[in-house]
């Protein structure tokens, strides 16, 4: 296993898993600016390392993140603190534009920016009792970071709105309910079943289409049906050129786990 830790976010890779943990612990993880550039840049480093292929974001102690540190929110309303990054957004998001699945282990309080960041994740795991919660209305502020696209897409219109609108705070249970989230485990359990996941996308399924499938669902989900269905027959048809197909079904009639090629981009 390999390791760094700088400043207060966490890397670590564990075989083909990488894990990025948010470690503020004076601070319950709240995030400042140089933690989301670290993040960006630590899922960008993963996205691109060939030994990577799969990663699992989560936070220690209680907490995965409650957003934003409130002490700069004050600096900037009071005028002491410069405003974010316009492009800012590409930290934050940056789960949804990397080539490889990211994780989301949910261990905690999830709110604001941390909630953005769960969002931007391509699957959610959280522990039995954890409180999420948007947040921004109840900060006189608005739905940041692409999250009004986001959050209607995983969980619909009518709730992402009541979510967005109330600020209210709701537990894992109902975010499962809502379809935010794919399972709710026993809190002791979470990292294991997350890691187990990420592990089973890196020995079964091809790199390179996973990065190809998300960049469909980013990018279909504007276009419509016939639009869609075009632009995934180009994408079958060269596929069929790629050695993942041949290796894919030659694991499959061998009875063996694939022995797919890592995947850098094209």
Not at 14 to 31: L, Q, Y
Not at 112 to 118: E, Q, R, S, Y
Request: charged share 20%; hydrophobic share 45%.
């Amino acid at each position: 296993m390999t390791q760094s830790n700088l400043d207060t976010v966490r890397f670590a890779v564990d075989g083909t898993v990488a894990t990025i943990t948010f470690d503020k612990p004076e601070r319950g993880n709240a995030m400042d600016q140089q933690m989301q550039v670290r993040y960006g840049e630590l899922l960008g480093e993963a996205s691109a390392d060939p030994g990577v292929r799969a990663v699992v974001v989560t936070g220690s102690g209680r907490s995965f993140c409650p957003g934003a540190d409130l002490g700069l929110l004050a600096g900037i309303s009071a005028g002491t603190a410069a405003p974010p990054e316009h492009e800012g957004f590409r930290n934050v998001l940056a789960a949804a534009y990397a080539d490889v699945p990211v994780v989301a282990a949910i261990n905690g309080g999830c709110a604001g920016l941390g909630f953005v960041i769960a969002c931007a994740a391509d699957v959610r795991f959280a522990a039995a009792g954890a409180k999420f919660t948007t947040a921004f209305a109840r900060r006189g502020l608005i739905a940041e970071y692409g999250v009004a696209k986001l959050l209607p897409e995983l969980v619909g219109r009518g709730r992402a709105l009541d979510l967005l609108l109330s600020g209210r705070t709701f537990t894992a249970e109902q975010a499962h309910e809502y379809g935010l989230v794919q399972e709710v485990v026993p809190p002791e359990k979470l990292s294991s079943r997350a890691h187990a996941y990420a592990a089973e996308l890196a020995a079964y399924s091809a790199p390179r289409s996973m990065a190809l499938i998300k960049r469909q669902v980013r990018r279909e989900a504007g276009l419509s049906l016939e639009e869609s269905a075009r632009e995934a027959t180009a994408l079958m048809h060269a596929s069929f050129t790629f050695p993942e197909l041949p290796e894919g079904l030659a694991g499959w009639n061998e009875r063996r786990p694939p022995k797919f090629p890592p995947y850098q981009g094209d």
